[in-house]
């Protein structure tokens, strides 16, 4: 099973052949690496990934990793978190409700923004507020007024 590591604190002047050849010495151990670059200046975002073969080259890795100076910086090296199920599925009800099959694009055409003004019904033990209770009283005797009348 493969590990993904998480390399942080990059120099944002960092290009993907120099990432490359600070894991030289173990690539036999290295199934892929991966520099994190922005899109719009394609520089480096100050992070990046390598994923290797097994758990104990990870540990072995960030160990002899970590601390490290790239260019007068820290490297910082530690295993990456998996990504939850939990925010995955979160997110795939919205796109999914989303007018023209969930894709974003620059147009601006197609969907519509949601309103989420959702209230949760209030506890039954809460009270209102005291400034308001006695034109909320007022307010349901004429609602009830009303649909008695009705």
Same mark, same amino acid.
């Given at each position: 099973?493969?590990?993904?590591?998480?390399?942080?604190?990059? !120099? *944002?002047?960092? %290009?993907? $052949?120099?990432?490359? +050849?600070?894991? @030289?010495?173990?690539?036999?151990?290295?199934?892929?690496?991966?520099?994190?670059?922005?899109?719009?200046?394609?520089?480096?975002?100050?992070?990046?990934?390598?994923?290797?073969?097994?758990?104990?080259?990870?540990?072995?890795?960030?160990?002899?990793?970590?601390?490290?100076?790239?260019?007068?910086?820290?490297?910082?090296?530690?295993?990456?978190? !998996? *990504?939850?199920? %939990?925010? $995955?599925?979160?997110? +795939?009800?919205? @796109?999914?409700?989303?007018?023209?099959?969930?894709?974003?694009?620059?147009?601006?055409?197609?969907?519509?923004?949601?309103?989420?003004?959702?209230?949760?019904?209030?506890?039954?033990?809460?009270?209102?507020?005291?400034?308001?209770?006695?034109?909320?009283?007022?307010?349901?005797?004429?609602?009830?007024?009303?649909?008695?009348?009705?």
């Amino acid at each position: 099973m493969s590990v993904r590591l998480y390399i942080g604190n990059l !120099p *944002r002047d960092l %290009e993907r $052949e120099e990432f490359e +050849a600070v894991f @030289a010495e173990d690539v036999d151990n290295i199934v892929s690496v991966k520099l994190i670059a922005d899109r719009k200046t394609g520089k480096c975002r100050g992070f990046g990934f390598v994923t290797v073969k097994t758990d104990e080259i990870a540990d072995t890795l960030v160990s002899k990793y970590n601390g490290q100076a790239l260019q007068d910086i820290t490297l910082k090296v530690e295993k990456a978190m !998996p *990504r939850s199920k %939990e925010n $995955e599925g979160a997110a +795939a009800p919205v @796109a999914a409700n989303r007018k023209g099959g969930g894709k974003r694009n620059g147009s601006g055409g197609g969907g519509r923004k949601s309103n989420n003004n959702y209230i949760a019904p209030a506890p039954e033990n809460t009270q209102p507020d005291p400034r308001w209770a006695s034109d909320l009283e007022k307010l349901k005797e004429m609602l009830a007024a009303q649909t008695t009348a009705s």
